[in-house]
C-alpha cells in the first residue's frame, strides 16, 4: 500500500522559480528519499534524509523532516525547464530488507 | 556510482505468452532487488522482494504463480509475467540496494501485451 500522500499532484511554474513539493507518510521510518523520474524512464535518486535529521541541502536541492508532523518537503530554486519531470518521495522504514514505499508523486513541469 | 541495468526497455507481446525481464547490478553484488510496477501517471507498488538463492517476497494481492522471481545469482533477478494479458500491461521497474543506504533504479520496462 501507499504511505506517502504528496501534493500537489501537478505543479506548473516559470523558468527561474522555486518549486515546492510536499509528502506526508503514515508511519515510522529510517529515512526517507525524494526521486525524479522523466516521463517512461526510471527513477534517479535525488536525495536522501535521515530521520534523525531535518534539513539538507544538495545543490538546488532542500528537503526538510518533520518526524513530529511526519511530513517532508522538496524545494528546488531557480526551477529549469529540464527539471520537468515527476517527483516522489518514498519512505524506508529501516527493516532489515530496506523496502521503499512511494508518495503518489507530484508532476512539475516548468515552462521555459 | 552503482548501476542497474534492466532489460529489455520494452516488449511487446501476444495474449497468453510469457515474458522474462532482467534486473542486473553491473558493479555491485546485490543480495536484494526489488521489483516494482507503475501505471501511467501513478506511483510505484512494490510487487515483491527479490532475495539470491531462496524465494521471493510478494506483496500482498500479487499473484506469486503469475509473476515468477528468480535471483540465481548476486547481480540478476528476473521477473517472468506468465500469461500474460491486456491487464498485465504497464512499466516494471527494478532496483537494487547498494550498502546501507543507497537504491538503484533499472531503467524500466515498458510491457505491452496485445
Known amino acids: 500500500s501507499q504511505q506517502g500522500e504528496e501534493d500537489p499532484q501537478a505543479l506548473s511554474i516559470q523558468e527561474g522559480e522555486n518549486a515546492t513539493m510536499n509528502c506526508s507518510y503514515k508511519?515510522?521510518?529510517?529515512?526517507l528519499q525524494w526521486y525524479r523520474q522523466n516521463s517512461g524512464r526510471g527513477l534517479v535518486h535525488l536525495i536522501l534524509?535521515?530521520?534523525?535529521?531535518r534539513e539538507k541541502h544538495s545543490g538546488r536541492l532542500r528537503v526538510t523532516l518533520d518526524t513530529s508532523k511526519k511530513s517532508s518537503s522538496l524545494l528546488i530554486t531557480a526551477s529549469r525547464a529540464a527539471d520537468t519531470a515527476s517527483y516522489f518521495c518514498?519512505?524506508?522504514?529501516?527493516?532489515?530488507?530496506?523496502?521503499?514505499?512511494f508518495g503518489q508523486g507530484t508532476i512539475l513541469t516548468v515552462h521555459p | 556510482g552503482a548501476v542497474v541495468s534492466q532489460h529489455p526497455s520494452w516488449v511487446i507481446c501476444k495474449s497468453g505468452t510469457s515474458v522474462k525481464i532482467e534486473c542486473r547490478s553491473l558493479d555491485f553484488q546485490a543480495t536484494t532487488m526489488f521489483w516494482y510496477r507503475q501505471f501511467p501517471k501513478q506511483s510505484l507498488m512494490l510487487m515483491a522482494t527479490?532475495?539470491?538463492?531462496?524465494?521471493?517476497?510478494?506483496e500482498q494481492g500479487v499473484e506469486k504463480d503469475k509473476f515468477l522471481i528468480n535471483h540465481a545469482s548476486l547481480t540478476l533477478s528476473t521477473l517472468t509475467v506468465t500469461s500474460a494479458h491486456p491487464e498485465d500491461s504497464s512499466f516494471y521497474i527494478c532496483?537494487?540496494?547498494?550498502?546501507?543506504?543507497?537504491?538503484?533504479f533499472g531503467s524500466g520496462t515498458r510491457l505491452t501485451v496485445v
Open positions: 527479490s532475495n539470491e538463492g531462496s524465494k521471493a517476497t510478494y
Open positions: 532496483s537494487a540496494r547498494e550498502g546501507m543506504y543507497g537504491y538503484t
Open positions: 508511519t515510522s521510518i529510517n529515512n
Open positions: 534524509i535521515r530521520s534523525n535529521e
Open positions: 518514498a519512505t524506508d522504514r529501516g527493516t532489515s530488507y530496506g523496502k521503499l514505499t
